[in-house]
């Protein structure tokens, strides 16, 4: 092999040669290193970013990926970053019966894919606190005086502005929703206090609000409103499945080709208040639902899109809450032993030395029900089974096939494959003192409830005393519970027919470790076209607007692709350089080798001098 001398290129002490097929290999790589090192390059960046900004190049999204972002998404409780330009807010004021309370909500902008919907959340403080404020009593006590709405509001408005940028106000729309509380109202009064919302509100502040922004829902509204809050919360429109998640086939309504979608099966809701219960779940074209019972519409931002096109059965029933269902059996027992004691001449129940015997309070538990003018003494025997015969009769049953409370229609559940939530007493019933709360089970459920019933009440004040229940029961809690467990029970099972063994029904009062409220259904229907309204000025916006639109999505891709070019013509123009270097150096040192290296000959092993 020939040797090629290179002590030109060094100090005249330093003198030694190389054989002359290594020189060449040394100042020029070969194409597969180049090639592998521009992918490790590639590999390297692309590993960089996923790591750094949780997405991989070009905005590619698998189905693990699009799975990881939405847990980030419903388990957020960072604080809210306010100095975000790209962040947007919105406000409800939930106007109940006993308060008003307002909700900050925020989202960044839309991602531009019209099958996805606003990623709404609560704004969160400095603390990680939802942004939250309640004031008392309800607007609806103003009846009698409905200019001072706006000056009741003002506190509520005046707190929400101070944590929403000043120069997002204009673009903040701002909802004003009034509850059973102004329902029960004359109309007239309601429209006094409405207007006076709507005159001075915009004096006052600059919000996004208009005269459609302040009104009072119904109860089908309020229930539509949890229903699709919950599902949102649970990822339930969130269409891309993961292996093992159930599933259901719909029928898309409207759609004249019988449009049938599968998706992620939607959860039912229960909701059972003070005063009223109610359910509402998706139902599937088939079935023939009333309208008065039928809640029909599209979450999406295109209404020619079928993807978030819902239909869902919802029914209120009023006085069938936990605190109106035991006003009404009280009532009742005091009716029918005032005339059975007219008619026998008897005195139960007129004196704690004959107290009516009640079997849905605890047992040797005393009471006394009724007004003061007619007041009865009652004396609890503990008897769970009992409580639920006696209270059957309030539900108002009755033998027609479909018909839940009050023989109110209610459509096929399809028990097998379906999801239910109970909120409310349905959580407090299981949990606040029979600690049974999330996986509800039906037997251990009542087993629990008729040991409860079966307690002396003498017992159960010990136990509370010694701080064995929920940190928020209190002694109402106790003294009712036997009643309420049996009338939860009751409902359930006799009024909307689930089967005892039903398995898929979680009692909760927290999703994700928040809790969930019907305002934030209501702000994501009511902001659904926001992101159509997005779309459409960033196409009208022309070439630019589609580079900028394009770029967002595959940014990282092209980053990546032009450092790969970059890297790999800079190395083999450095490469390129060195060399014309070697030759001019080959030249200066032995004209006669160039000749010999162009050609490749061998040359005969020379040793290295140092």
Wanted: with cysteine.
């Amino acid at each position: 092999m020939g040797r090629i001398s290179i002590s030109c290129l060094f100090p005249a002490s330093w003198h030694f040669s190389l054989p002359s097929q290594i020189l060449p290999r040394l100042l020029l790589p070969s194409f597969r290193q180049l090639l592998f090192l521009g992918l490790l390059l590639f590999l390297l960046g692309a590993l960089y970013l996923f790591l750094v900004t949780g997405k991989l190049p070009g905005g590619w999204i698998t189905k693990e990926n699009n799975f990881h972002r939405h847990l980030a998404r419903v388990t957020d409780v960072d604080t809210t970053d306010e100095s975000n330009p790209d962040l947007n807010y919105g406000l409800v004021v939930d106007c109940g019966s006993s308060g008003s309370r307002v909700y900050v909500y925020c989202w960044p902008s839309h991602n531009g894919n019209p099958h996805e919907l606003l990623d709404i959340r609560q704004m969160r403080d400095q603390n990680r606190k939802s942004v939250i404020m309640k004031i008392k009593p309800g607007i609806s006590n103003l009846a009698q005086t409905p200019e001072k709405a706006s000056d009741y509001i003002y506190p509520l408005l005046s707190f929400a502005a101070k944590h929403i940028p000043k120069h997002k106000h204009i673009e903040t729309p701002l909802y004003i929703l009034c509850t059973a509380g102004m329902r029960i109202l004359p109309e007239s009064q309601q429209e006094a206090i409405l207007e006076d919302l709507r005159t001075d509100i915009p004096v006052h502040f600059n919000f996004l609000f208009s005269d459609s922004h302040v009104e009072v829902i119904s109860g089908k509204q309020e229930g539509v409103y949890a229903w699709i809050g919950i599902n949102f919360v649970l990822g339930k429109f969130d269409h891309a499945r993961n292996d093992g998640e159930a599933v259901v086939e719909v029928n898309v309504p409207g759609s004249d080709q019988q449009e049938r979608l599968v998706r992620k099966r939607t959860a039912g809701v229960l909701d059972m208040g003070g005063v009223s219960t109610q359910i509402a779940f998706e139902v599937p074209k088939t079935e023939e639902v009333a309208k008065n019972l039928l809640a029909e519409f599209n979450l999406g931002c295109d209404a020619h899109r079928t993807d978030h096109v819902y239909r869902v059965y919802v029914s209120t029933f009023l006085g069938f809450g936990g605190n109106a269902a035991r006003q009404t059996y009280e009532q009742s027992l005091i009716k029918s032993t005032t005339s059975r004691n007219k008619l026998f001449g008897q005195r139960f129940g007129e004196t704690a030395d004959s107290p009516l015997l009640d079997p849905c309070l605890p047992t040797d538990l005393q009471d006394q029900i009724g007004t003061p003018e007619q007041k009865l003494h009652v004396l609890g025997t503990g008897d769970f089974d009992q409580c639920r015969h006696v209270l059957q009769p309030f539900l108002n049953r009755t033998n027609e096939t479909q018909t839940s409370l009050s023989g109110i229609f209610q459509p096929a559940i399809d028990y097998s494959n379906s999801q239910f939530y109970g909120f409310s007493e349905f959580y407090y019933c299981t949990e606040d003192v029979l600690r049974m709360g999330g996986d509800y089970n039906a037997s251990k459920y009542a087993q629990a409830a008729k040991s409860y019933c079966a307690t002396q009440w003498k017992t159960l004040r010990e136990r509370f005393d010694s701080g064995l229940y929920a940190s928020h029961a209190d002694l109402h809690r106790l003294q009712y519970q036997c009643f309420k467990s049996a009338w939860m029970y009751e409902v359930l099972h006799s009024g909307f027919s689930f089967p005892p063994d039903y398995k898929n029904l979680k009692t909760v009062f927290l999703v994700y470790d928040k809790e969930v409220q019907w305002t934030l259904g209501a702000i994501l229907f009511r902001t659904r076209f926001l992101p159509l309204r997005d779309i459409q000025q960033e196409s009208l916006k022309g070439v630019h607007s589609h580079w900028r639109h394009s770029f967002s999505f595959v940014n990282n891709l092209y980053l990546l692709l032009v450092c790969f070019f970059i890297v790999v013509l800079s190395i083999i123009l450095y490469v390129l350089r060195l060399r014309r270097i070697h030759r001019r150096s080959a030249q200066r040192c032995s004209p006669s080798s160039v000749p010999w290296l162009e050609e490749g000959l061998g040359s005969p092993t020379l040793p290295i001098n140092l």
